[in-house]
């Protein structure tokens, strides 16, 4: 499947995968109101990790047997067979945050803004999700990974 | 065909019948629960009862349970024996069901201390949907509750029952709250979030006494502690324990210590007989040998693993350890292995505290075999993977207290191996 490869050599620590992910799942698709005027405030479900000189977007990966599915108390993270791709499910959601405890990737955002976690979607209405779009160094590459 | 039975309804049914499906599209399913309510996720039954979650949300595996996975759910119906030589189970109908391959997944159920005045209207385990609607009829009389215990199951119902707006006191006999799972320091940070939200503790006491109501005396109108102190309330939550519901498994002469004891396969002293989940008592990957852990995760990941097993697979249970995460009061905080063994000196122990938040680490042989974090939570997985794969962290352990702690932090072998495993 098609899968987003983050390329820790050619990634810069720019931020702005974190930019156009924000952008991209705000209501207004307007930069200027998306980080100023938007109550709550759209956040972004990449982030930047960074341990100098080393930085990686680091994001849901859609892992094929996800960590997050098999610990969700609720169901609210299931994975979808058909796309492979991992859904969460807010209206299930209680925020217990077990998906947090479990993700290897450190990759759900939490925040005291939203109640429940936030996760990479695919960018579903995007051809090419958002983050690899903008990415100005091609740090993060939409490819189609073989499953083994 | 194979024909698969399933006793309990709950998250290891549900992974027994994504592991079985995994292998065997065709064998039948048969799951038995006394419960009668389609499965559910037992953690939220504390949204559920102040309104959080409703009904519809509050389902559990209604995609195992789909039509195209054939899964016969028996509900409202107990086992209450197995023949192993015929491999029949009797139900208390009477009816007999026969079984090829048999996957004990029954749970728990709340361990209740004996006190004078538990049979008096008001006095409620926090469990099940039976449990709920119970409280349900009891809350609009209520003002007051007390709940005893103060561990998981009773800061949940104490949260709850302080949504609904009901004074709560939580009576806790050890020294602070949730302490299987947080030290003094972390729990701490909860329990003032506990205050806040109008929840009182009372700790190093015990409930003696059920009191009846003046002019009813049927009725729950309060409780006397270890100390002779009295505490009025109107409704009793006892959430003090659980204990692994063995009977069954006991009466057909499997091997049981505290749970039932299962192999590495998650198979029972007896083939083709598997148990998981809360019931089960399975390889411990911190302390090498066996133990119960009353976790819904574990109990998921236990189902899969005997379920694959029964339907043909050979995987083994990579082993559990104590986790949860918590979201108490509007403070999050996630807990996992082992938690405060600081007597002994074949550990080291990391923290770092900051207003309000908190972060341990647990060393033993350069491996993390335990950690908690309360408010800034958002590295826990990587900390956890670090756990679950007993990685060595001796070259950088000191980066796990780093506050902005990140993928990055972790060496290359590291995040190579986990963007490997992710994708496999």
Partial sequence: ?148 | MTHYTIIGGSAGAVGGVEGIRKHDPAGTITVVSDETALPYSRPAIGESLDGRVDSESLRFGSQVFREENSVQLLLGRKAVSIDLQKRVIRLDNGQDLSFDRLLLATGAKPFVPKMEGMDRVGFCTFMNLGDIDEIRQAVPLARRAVVIGGGLIGVEAAEALANLGLAVTIVELRGWLLNLLLDREAARIIEAAARVRGAELVTGQSVKTVLGREGNDRRIGGVILSSGARVECDLVISAVGVTPRTELASQAGLDINRGILVDRHMQTSVPEIYACGDVAEAYDLIGGDRRTFATWPLARIGGRIAGENMAGGHIEYPGGFAMSALRYFGVPAVSAGLDAPETSGDFEVMRTQAKGSYRKIVLRDSRVVGFTLVRNIECAGLIHNLLRTQADVSSFKEKLLSPDLSFAHLPENVRRRTIMEAWA
């Avoid at chain 1, 610990?71 to 807010?90: F, N, P, R, W, Y």
């Fill in chain 1, 1 to 148: 499947m098609k899968r987003i490869v983050p390329h820790e050599d050619l990634c810069m620590g720019c931020t702005l995968c974190q930019v156009h992910c924000t952008l991209a799942h705000s209501r207004t698709k307007d930069l200027v109101k998306a980080y100023r005027r938007e109550t709550p405030r759209t956040l972004p479900r990449i982030k930047p990790a960074i341990d100098k000189p080393l930085s990686i977007g680091i994001q849901c990966h859609h892992c094929s047997d996800p960590p997050c599915v098999a610990a969700c108390l609720t169901g609210a993270m299931s994975l979808d067979q058909e796309s492979g791709k991992v859904v969460h499910d807010i209206e299930k959601c209680i925020a217990c945050w077990t998906c947090v405890m479990v993700c290897p990737f450190g990759a759900l955002t939490v925040s005291d803004e939203q109640k429940t976690p936030l996760k990479c979607d695919f960018c579903p209405d995007l051809e090419v999700p958002a983050c690899v779009a903008n990415c100005p160094n091609e740090a993060l590459t939409l490819e189609e990974v073989a499953d083994q």
